[in-house]
C-alpha cells in the first residue's frame, strides 16, 4: 500500500478525490493540504510516496511546490490534477508520473495510480525509503484539438491510423490527428512496442486485449475496436508477440 498527499486549496476538490483514492485498496494513508507551504510542512514531518497537486494555488503553485519536493532528501512521485491543459509540458518537464484533467474519472486515477506502483516498483532499491524516486519521463506528443495544442503521453495511444499524409492516434479518451506519416511513426516507435498490423493500422501490444492470428480474417483487439491484421505483416506481428511473451516470462 502507498502513502499519497493531496494539494488542493479547494476542499470539495481534496474531498472528490480522496473519496476516489480510498475506493483503490493499492491506496493507504492519505494527507491532505491546502496550500503548497502547508504541503512541504507536512511533508517534512511525513514523506509519502505520492503527491497529487493542483497546479493552480495561492501561493506556491503546484509546480512550485513540485521543484521544491525535488530538493527533498524523499521525492514523491508525482501527478498533477488540474483544469488547465495547457501545463502538461512543463508537467513532464517536472518528470511528473501522470497528468489528470478535472472532473477525475474513477478508472482514469486508478490508471494513474498504477502507473505511480509501476514507477515506485520500478525505481524500487534498499534506499528508497529514504532516497528520492527517479521517474523516467514519458514520451510527449503535441496534438492538436479544437485549434489549441496540448501535449499527450505515447503510451497513452491505443493505436494509430493511417489518413493520408496524417495518422490519428486514439487513445481512450479521444483521438488526434498529427501531421505525421504513418512509415515515419512506425520506424520511431518501433522500440516502444508499436508493431504495423496492416497498411492503415499501428498498433500498442501493450493495450491489445485480444488476439486472433488464426481463420480467414485474422485481427487483433484494442480497447473496443477490433482491427483487420494483413497476411502480410502476419510474421512479423507473430514474432513480435513471441518476443514479448518471452521478455515477459523473463
Not at 483544469?83 to 474513477?106: Q, S
Not at 486515477?109 to 525505481?123: C, D, G, K, M
Not at 512506425?186 to 498490423?197: I, K, L, S, Y
Amino acid at each position: 500500500m502507498i502513502s499519497v498527499l493531496i494539494a488542493d486549496d479547494e476542499q470539495p476538490a481534496v474531498d472528490e478525490l480522496a473519496f476516489l483514492l480510498r475506493q483503490d485498496p493499492r491506496i493507504g494513508v492519505i494527507h491532505e493540504a491546502s496550500s503548497g507551504s502547508e504541503a512541504i510542512r507536512l511533508l517534512s514531518r511525513e514523506p509519502v510516496d505520492a503527491a497529487f497537486l493542483d497546479i493552480h494555488m495561492p501561493g506556491l503553485s503546484g509546480f512550485d511546490l513540485a521543484r521544491a519536493l525535488s530538493r527533498f532528501e524523499h521525492t514523491p512521485a508525482l501527478v498533477f490534477v488540474t483544469a488547465d491543459e495547457e501545463g502538461a509540458l512543463e508537467a513532464f518537464d517536472l518528470a511528473a508520473v501522470d497528468y489528470l484533467l478535472k472532473p477525475v474519472r474513477a478508472e482514469r486515477l486508478q490508471r494513474s495510480v498504477t502507473r505511480v506502483v509501476e514507477a515506485l516498483r520500478t525505481n524500487a532499491s534498499p534506499s528508497t525509503a529514504t532516497g528520492s524516486v527517479p521517474v523516467a519521463q514519458p514520451e510527449m506528443i503535441a496534438v492538436t484539438l479544437g485549434g489549441t495544442i496540448r501535449m499527450i503521453r505515447r503510451d497513452d495511444v491505443r493505436y494509430v491510423q493511417a489518413q493520408g499524409d496524417y495518422a490519428r492516434l486514439h487513445t481512450e479518451e479521444a483521438s488526434y490527428l498529427v501531421r505525421v506519416p504513418m512509415a515515419d511513426l512506425e520506424r520511431q516507435w518501433a522500440d516502444a512496442g508499436f508493431v504495423r498490423v496492416h497498411r492503415s493500422y499501428l498498433v500498442a501490444l501493450s493495450h491489445l486485449t485480444r488476439v486472433r492470428l488464426g481463420g480467414d480474417r485474422p485481427s487483433v483487439t484494442v480497447g473496443g475496436a477490433e482491427l483487420p491484421v494483413s497476411r502480410r505483416l502476419l510474421p512479423g506481428l507473430r514474432e513480435r508477440l513471441e518476443s514479448t511473451t518471452f521478455r515477459a516470462r523473463s
